[in-house]
């Protein structure tokens, strides 16, 4: 069974510019999350998607982040513009089911912000 | 939102040695998981235990919900077990995971 596939692995930008993300989950995992991971500290959940709709986005910055997943498949996540302070790995992880099942990760985004 | 406490912060083992890992949480749980990042970032889960005990390997878990937390052991330590292990949880009252503050681990030959 293939695991969560994100791309692109590595992103360096300079500030004010844009960025997008890309995570393919497990085939058949309803539910789809992205996480931020700042150096130093555990994952912090940016968004949960059920299928294709959003049931908790509380801790996305809304000024600045926008993610979707179309067809309650593949997900992106985009920034812009982009702040020095998002600098961070990006992480994706999926799972069968809302909340009781676990959760898969996949290697992450590591974004670098000049 | 719920308040998730690992301890301890970092620990180093000498390879063989066994350990205890803890992580307390503030509120009422439905779902709690224990993950290994490896030095090359990769989260890898370990236990989906919201209670009760589970073995793995040289791996096991409890968790006592009635007491709000959950331990870690590894025994037989090896230089693999080596990264960081974070505990997240979702509270009963809430729909989002939180991660804890994660314990470090270094295991030296």
């Known amino acids: 069974e293939a695991g969560v596939a994100q791309s692109p692995r590595y992103k360096i930008i300079e500030k004010r510019q844009s960025v997008a993300f890309w995570c393919n989950p497990i085939s058949g995992h309803a539910t789809l999350y992205w996480y931020q991971q700042i150096l130093g500290q555990g994952p912090k959940l940016l968004i949960q998607?059920?299928?294709?709709?959003?049931?908790?986005d509380s801790q996305l910055p809304k000024d600045r982040f926008s993610a979707e997943r179309l067809k309650g498949v593949d997900s992106t996540l985009k920034i812009q513009p982009a702040k020095l302070e998002d600098s961070a790995v990006y992480l994706c992880a999926s799972s069968l089911g809302f909340q009781s099942d676990t959760q898969y990760f996949g290697p992450g985004t590591r974004l670098t912000v000049l | 939102g719920i308040q998730v406490e690992q301890s301890p912060p970092d620990l180093i083992l000498q390879e063989g040695a066994n350990s205890t890992l803890r992580c307390n949480f503030s509120?009422?749980?439905?779902?709690l998981q224990w993950f290994h990042q490896n030095p090359w970032g990769q989260l890898i889960n370990l236990f989906y235990?919201?209670?009760g005990t589970k073995q793995n390997g040289r791996l096991s878990a409890t968790t006592v919900a009635t007491e709000r937390y959950s331990l870690l052991y590894i025994s037989s330590s090896q230089t693999t077990d080596s990264g960081v292990y974070f505990c997240?949880?979702?509270?009963?009252?809430?729909?989002?995971?939180?991660f804890g503050t994660g314990t470090s681990l270094t295991v030296i030959p």
């Open positions: 235990i919201p209670s």
């Open positions: 509120d009422s749980v439905n779902n």
């Open positions: 997240a949880v979702i509270s009963n009252t809430g729909n989002q995971f939180y």
């Open positions: 998607f059920q299928n294709n709709g959003v049931v908790d």
